[in-house]
Nanobody
């Protein structure tokens, strides 16, 4: 398992924005597609977005299309999730994840996860 670290979560009012970061210290993220998942209390974990190793292909879950954007800065070894127009339904723990065998999306069954970062959106 490869170690990922998320940051950037917090509390925000509905309509606000947050940017999450996913970093790694022991390996290069550009070797892998990176997916963002989230899990709200009492709900199943769902995939929010995916970006391939080169950053050329990106995909999003329907409920976040047009509001969220994932990007990567391979020189800085970081992947971002920019979240705009946040809603109360976006409240969840957000995780970045990868499959060690995949440089391309989708990442359906990750084998490496971060510890998660809490995002709370008040209505």
């Amino acid at each position: 398992q490869l170690q990922l670290v998320e940051s950037g979560g917090g509390w925000v009012q509905s309509g606000g924005s947050l940017r999450l970061s996913c970093t790694a210290s022991a390996f290069f993220l550009d070797d892998y597609a990176i997916a963002w998942f989230r899990q709200a209390p009492g709900k199943e974990r769902e995939r929010v977005s995916c970006i391939d190793g080169d950053g050329h292909e990106r995909s999003y879950e329907d409920s976040v299309k047009g509001r969220f954007a994932t990007s990567r800065d391979n020189a800085r070894n970081v992947v971002y999730l920019q979240m705009n127009s946040l809603k109360a339904d976006d409240t969840a723990v957000y995780y970045c994840a990868l499959d060690k065998n995949l440089k391309w999306c989708p990442v359906d069954v990750p084998d490496s996860w971060g510890q998660g970062t809490q995002v709370t959106v008040s209505s």
